[in-house]
């Protein structure tokens, strides 16, 4: 009887040693072809529009300044003084804009739309003429929008498609405007609109 017990002990050790050394393979040793070791806490939201190699919170290009009564501060490429906004891409890559729309009507959001494969750089800015001559047959350099922007104040929005539809992107309602005067962010895609120096396709500087 003494012997059978102790055989049974030894059998049961031998089970809690070959566990353990099942368990910690497990824990130290190499992945197994097939082996899924995702994190479901690590999961990125795919309703998130943010690259998560860019660190950016929000939209990858937002307006960042505009003119509404551009008298003699840029002139078009026909050589018109005209109103005018300027995107910025917060990101390290390149952002294409196919499929996204500018408007200044809440009721009309995709008023006017990107040229298909019209892309703004890492880090850079795009112009946007708000001139009404989408349809000269003379505009054919330069981003010309259909509508223009109101001296006295109105609304401007950045409009992006998904699964969803048409979703509103970024936008900014500014107040009655002086002419020749910027109204951009500063800094430069985060901060809040204020009256700024000048700068199409250039960092906003303070006035």
Not at 65 to 89: F, K, R, S, T, V
Request: proline fraction near 5%; aromatic fraction near 6%.
């Amino acid at each position: 009887m003494l012997k059978f017990q102790i055989c049974l002990v030894a059998i049961l050790m031998s089970c809690i040693t070959f566990v353990s050394c099942e368990r910690a393979q497990q824990m130290a040793g190499p992945m197994m072809p097939g082996e899924d070791t995702t994190d479901p806490t690590d999961m990125t939201d795919p309703t998130d529009m943010t690259d998560p190699t860019d660190m950016v919170t929000g939209p990858s290009v937002v307006i960042n300044e505009l003119m509404a009564d551009n008298d003699n501060i840029i002139a078009d490429p026909q050589g018109d003084y005209d109103d005018w906004l300027e995107l910025y891409n917060r990101t390290d890559t390149a952002v294409l804009l196919t499929g996204m729309y500018l408007s200044d009507k809440e009721d009309n959001l995709t008023k006017w739309e990107f040229p298909e494969n019209t892309e703004i750089p890492a880090n850079g800015y795009l112009i946007v003429w708000l001139d009404e001559d989408h349809d000269d047959e003379n505009a054919t350099e330069g981003l010309h929008a259909n509508f223009k922007l109101s001296k006295g104040g109105e609304t401007v929005i950045l409009v992006g498609t998904d699964a969803h539809g048409n979703r509103v992107l970024d936008s900014i309602t500014f107040g009655e405007q002086e002419t020749d005067v910027a109204y951009g962010r500063l800094p430069d895609g985060t901060g809040d609109f204020q009256v700024v120096q000048a700068t199409p396709g250039a960092q906003n500087m303070a006035q």
